[in-house]
């Protein structure tokens, strides 16, 4: 099956530093990719569609220039969590879809847990 | 824009089948029912979807009502490893076209 990673799988980092979370479709090419954001006892909330080549789409509420997106490759996109703040911290999951596949699964990455301090 | 309701929680015992419901009646013709779960502190994991026939895999069961309006997925034999949220979402089959979460079923399976 195909199997999505994240690096890392958990971070620490002060108030105020900026931190880099890594997706990474391993064995297929994702025409699109998705970050989701996920506070303790709450659903996953969608913060952006990522596809390769071109600006991200950010939901309503996101802060573009906060959270950057870059979905440089078929198999690589990054979230930058930009002058982090404690109410940042969370779990952040990452998604990807492979057009090849008739019904357009999507394949869930196992999450990044930010911790701000 | 979930457009899904869940029970919020429900129990099942070891071994019995579980049955979990879904409401999607704004549920648009083309759109597909996907079936996802996450336990605890992973991503979500996928189980299974479909548009109007019922579908059965190795994980699941989802019956759809003929109007499309609800879904059930079904566990056959529910174990430990089973206990998870369980996600029903509703969805355009294009690869862009996003994800939206609900709340979904949160379900313990009891020794």
């Known amino acids: 099956g195909a199997v999505v990673s994240q690096h890392p799988s958990r971070v620490i980092c002060k108030s105020g530093t900026s931190v880099k979370i890594e997706c990474r479709s391993l064995?297929?090419?994702?025409?699109?990719m998705f970050w989701y954001r996920q506070f303790p006892k709450q659903s996953l909330m969608l913060m952006a569609t990522?596809?390769?080549?071109?600006?991200?789409?950010?939901e309503q509420g996101v802060e573009k220039d906060k959270f950057l997106i870059n979905h440089a490759s078929l198999t690589l996109s990054t979230l930058t969590v930009t002058s982090a703040h404690p109410e940042d911290s969370s779990f952040y999951i990452c998604?990807?879809?492979?057009?090849?596949?008739?019904?357009?699964?999507?394949?869930f990455g196992p999450g990044t847990r930010l911790t701000v301090l | 824009d979930a457009k899904t309701t869940q029970p919020t929680s429900m129990d099942c015992a070891e071994g019995r089948a579980a049955n979990l419901p879904c409401n999607h009646s704004?549920?648009?013709?083309?759109?597909?029912v996907y079936w996802y779960r996450q336990i605890h502190s992973q991503g979500p994991q996928y189980i299974i979807h479909?548009?109007?026939n019922n579908e059965t895999n190795e994980m699941a069961s989802l019956i759809i009502t003929e109007d499309r309006k609800s879904s059930t997925l079904i566990l056959p034999h529910a174990t430990l490893r089973d206990t998870a949220v369980y996600y029903c979402?509703?969805?355009?089959?294009?690869?862009?076209?996003?994800?939206?979460f609900g709340t979904g079923t949160s379900l313990t399976v009891i020794p």
């Open positions: 479909g548009l109007k």
């Open positions: 979402i509703v969805r355009l089959p294009n690869t862009g076209n996003q994800f939206y």
């Open positions: 704004t549920i648009s013709g083309n759109e597909y």
């Open positions: 998604s990807a879809v492979s057009g090849s596949r008739s019904y357009n699964e999507q394949f």
């Open positions: 990522s596809n390769e080549g071109s600006k991200a789409t950010y």
């Open positions: 064995d297929f090419q994702a025409t699109t």
